[in-house]
């Protein structure tokens, strides 16, 4: 279906940028303290990085505003990055998973010396989905005041999406058909009673042609099915309960940045919409019965 195709599935991102990651914090770094004293203050304090549903490398580049800025005598590799404390999927009822430690591109000082600038390349290869949380920290030599990046992750999962909302369509296009025979087969019962009663004391020839204008209802609901797609106000109203059901399920999708995460509120996201098919196709039939 049209869902089917809106929904990608999981994927790796093509690599090449994760190349220039190359940072090694520094065997000798310069012992002569920073004078004057100097503040790092990030120009984006938390950043935010959204996989989606794919996987692969990402990037966050990172801006340090030196207060005042720094002397000379502080070199690129005088300033360390770390990681102290593992990036963790934040959930309060979530099994506890940890991201690969982020790896770093080289910090490069502006020639004004009044900024420091580096990227953070993130690898979301085989992460389960959910959001994952943790900070840079960033120091130098005594006398440099050391600032926290903070950084969150959040990955879906489009592959369960993809199944449950194609799952869900065609069972709600199934119960739409069932249901739409045993309306039929409702109807049929309801015009051969009423015929029954309207010649009730009529002449037997009168009561035979009344039997054979609205005949007795076929006994198996299998008889009416064949029934279903040659109705054109039908086909009208499913297919837009239907466009109803998947442009729900697209935006919940697009809304939850870790779609995915917690199973069961997943299922239950997609399949609601189902059930509001269902709903809005029994609205539209009520306001006509044919085209």
Not at 146 to 163: M, Q, W
Request: proline share 8%; charged share 15%; with cysteine.
């Amino acid at each position: 279906m049209m869902l089917c195709s809106l929904l990608p599935a999981v994927t790796r991102a093509a690599g090449g940028d994760e190349r220039s990651c190359t940072y090694k914090t520094s065997q000798s770094p310069n012992s002569k303290p920073v004078n004057p004293t100097a503040k790092l203050s990030p120009d984006l304090p938390t950043q935010f990085v959204n996989f989606g549903g794919g996987r692969g490398w990402k990037f966050v580049d990172v801006v340090l505003n030196a207060t005042p800025a720094l002397p000379a005598s502080v070199g690129a590799g005088d300033i360390r990055l770390e990681v102290l404390r593992r990036f963790t999927r934040i959930s309060p009822t979530l099994p506890t998973r940890y991201a690969p430690t982020p790896a770093f591109t080289p910090p490069v000082i502006s020639p004004g010396r009044d900024r420091i600038t580096f990227t953070i390349c993130l690898d979301g290869d085989g992460l389960a989905p959910g959001m994952y949380a943790g900070n840079v920290l960033v120091e130098g030599l005594t006398g440099l005041a050391p600032a926290n990046v903070g950084v969150t992750e959040n990955l879906k999962d489009s592959g369960l999406a993809l199944r449950l909302a194609c799952a869900s369509l065609v069972a709600a296009l199934a119960f739409l058909v069932l249901r739409g025979a045993a309306e039929r087969q409702a109807k049929a019962a309801d015009k051969h009673a009423q015929a029954l009663t309207s010649t009730a004391n009529a002449q037997q020839e009168t009561k035979d042609m009344a039997r054979d204008q609205a005949p007795p209802p076929k006994e198996h609901l299998r008889n009416y099915f064949l029934e279903v797609p040659r109705d054109l106000n039908w086909w009208l109203t499913a297919f837009v309960s239907l466009g109803v059901a998947a442009g729900s399920i697209i935006a919940l999708y697009s809304a939850n940045p870790v779609w995915g995460a917690d199973l069961w509120a997943s299922v239950a996201a997609i399949v609601s919409p189902t059930f509001a098919a269902v709903g809005v196709q029994s609205v539209i039939t009520s306001l006509g019965k044919s085209v």
